[in-house]
């Protein structure tokens, strides 16, 4: 939980308020014409799409993704696996090439998309079926917001503030950090599972609606300093 880091200042934790950033949830949208986006991706209709987005370097977890991802297209070969983000440095280069070369080695050169960074994540979040936040430690991300306002259901691991953007086993299933099998077996529920898709996704929206939009969080922000004035 975000306000755990403050444990620190012992009674003081009592203080501690906690105001999420949030996004433009208007921004993102269930529905997005994704035929040229498809096209350009090579992904047939039907395919069931699971995406992580974001920078690519060492603690992301994509190496526990693409590992899911070859034990859960073994079992449902009709999934195919998106990673949005690329290299900021020489040692996110390295990370990069090794993951590469991680699908090689599991076989799934033909079922993972490589984009790079992209400009237009409100549209390629609705590629996505399922969105994947396999992060070993994540303060607050922002993707997986995101994901929520595009009506995606989730994967993520059980750290940092996720608990506190995600309702695990209402918007998304909750797996520990660095444990592959976890992530496989929610990505094999939501592979033969449409109507948990669609259910755990509309949960999502409305739970970013709620919380996560920037206008409700500036609200929360403006009710707290006029708060502190009156004292």
Known sequence: MIGERFKYFGRRLKKVKII???????????IFDTFALKSEFGIKSGEVIFMM???????????????????????????KYIIVGGAMNEDDIRTESSLKQLCKDLNMEDRVIFTGFRMDMEKMMSLADVFVLASHAEPFGRALQEAMASEKPIIATNTGG?????????????VPTQDHDAIFAAMDKFSIDADLRIRMGVKGRERAKAKLDIKVCIKILENEYEDLLKR
């Open 20 to 30: 999420f950033t949030g996004i433009d949830v208007d921004l993102y949208k269930p």
């Open 53 to 79: 987005a974001g920078r690519i370097a060492v603690g992301k977890g994509h190496d526990d993704f693409l590992k899911a991802a070859a034990l859960n297209y073994r079992k449902n070969p009709n999934t």
């Open 162 to 174: 996720t608990p506190e953007i995600m309702e695990d086993g209402v918007t998304g299933i909750m």
